[in-house]
């Protein structure tokens, strides 16, 4: 079992960025999707961004050209790099992993935006 860890969240204003951090205790060369969801009523998660191991990225609309996601296989990391934040955009953010027949999700990380 590989753990997941996010940092990087906090408080900021409208308008403003914050980067969060997605670190793997153990590799994530195997996992096909890195993506980023955020938690939405109860305990549904919505996807906001994934990256596969080719590369490809999908937003969900809501973010597109404002959010970007990255990953470093070579440092079990993965980014979300939020730009132009909007109110909207409060909530738990959580990393998550899916590779052929596993998936892993980290603890989640809370993003305040005030207006």
């Known amino acids: 079992q590989v753990q997941l860890v996010e940092s990087g969240g906090g408080l900021v204003q409208a308008g403003g960025s914050v980067r969060l951090s997605c670190a793997a205790s153990?590799?994530?060369?195997?996992?096909?999707?890195m993506a980023w969801y955020r938690q939405i009523q109860g305990n549904r998660r919505q996807m906001v961004a994934g990256?596969?191991?080719?590369?490809?990225?999908n937003y969900a609309d809501s973010v597109k050209g404002r959010f970007t996601v990255s990953r470093d296989n070579a440092k079990s990391m993965t980014y979300l790099q939020m730009d132009s934040l909007k109110p909207e955009d409060t909530g738990v953010y959580y990393c998550?992993?899916?590779?052929?027949?596993?998936?892993?999700w980290g603890q989640g990380t809370q993003v305040t935006v005030s207006s």
């Open positions: 998550h992993a899916r590779g052929i027949g596993f998936e892993w």
């Open positions: 153990g590799s994530i060369a195997n996992v096909n999707v």
């Open positions: 990256i596969s191991t080719s590369g490809t990225s």
